[in-house]
């Protein structure tokens, strides 16, 4: 079997809060591998934005291991873990947070330009990632211009453009309709799939839950496997 993209071991995450310290990771376990689609459940709260927060290295955990494509991050420096970040991981969120005055396509090149590609080879790998989304006729249109579905979609081009192996997904299709939202996780998920992209997807949605190769829920800061 192919080495895991993503490995967490141990993993902590403690808020410091007026009302005292919040527990939300409490040694968390985890290996995702090239080509498949974890799927994180679990009710509000309980710790599901702080785990991809961890594991994409946005944020520090308090204790644990976390390594990428075979690399123990927990010692490198914050401009390392940024370097890091930019060249393995691809972020899709609830909300697109595309840039409102850009067009689709300088959206989706432009995390491969601060990775530091040119801005020709950026914009061709974003106008095949487009294509490749259903997107060729949007690919001048504002955000603006475009649905909610067609937003996310090339908010999921973004995050692919740059060839990441590993894809963190944050409630990607919660702001949604159920058509839509069905239509644009099996965009997410054939796109990672025939990429070999290693993809971790929090959701509240159960009905997708059911499509992904495996399924885990965080209970009281650890994770409960669901479904194999
Ligand atoms: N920076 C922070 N400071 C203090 N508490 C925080 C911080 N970030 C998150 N929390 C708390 O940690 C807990 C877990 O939050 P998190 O956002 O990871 O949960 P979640 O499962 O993603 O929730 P949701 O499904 O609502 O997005 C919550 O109780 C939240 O209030």
Do not use: W
Request: hydrophobic share 45%.
């Amino acid at each position: 079997m192919s080495s895991p993209v993503l490995a967490l071991r141990g993993v902590e995450r403690t808020y410091v809060t007026e009302a005292g310290a919040l527990n939300v990771l409490r040694g968390v376990d985890l290996d995702v591998y090239p080509g498949e689609v974890v799927g994180l459940i679990g009710p509000s709260g309980s710790g599901k934005s702080s785990l991809l927060h961890a594991a994409g290295l946005l944020e520090k955990p308090n204790a644990g291991l976390i390594a990428l494509d075979g690399r123990d991050c927990s010692k490198l420096s914050e401009r390392q873990r940024t370097k890091m970040r930019l060249s393995t991981v691809g972020f899709v969120y609830q909300f697109h947070h595309l840039l409102p005055e850009f067009s689709a396509l300088d959206n989706v090149a432009m995390p491969a330009m601060i990775a530091g590609k040119g801005r020709g080879e950026a914009r061709e790998a974003a106008q095949v990632m487009l294509e490749q989304l259903g997107l060729a006729q949007r690919i001048e249109h504002q955000p603006g211009q475009m649905s909610g579905g067609e937003q996310q979609r090339v908010a999921i081009a973004r995050a692919l453009a740059n060839s990441p192996k590993l894809l963190l997904a944050d409630e990607p299709t919660g702001n949604l309709d159920p058509a839509n939202s069905a239509a644009v996780f099996q965009a997410l998920y054939d796109q990672a799939r025939k990429r070999g992209v290693a993809a971790l997807i929090a959701t509240h949605n159960m009905e997708l839950a059911r499509y992904m190769d495996r399924v885990f829920a965080l209970k009281d800061g650890h994770l409960v496997a669901q479904r194999f």
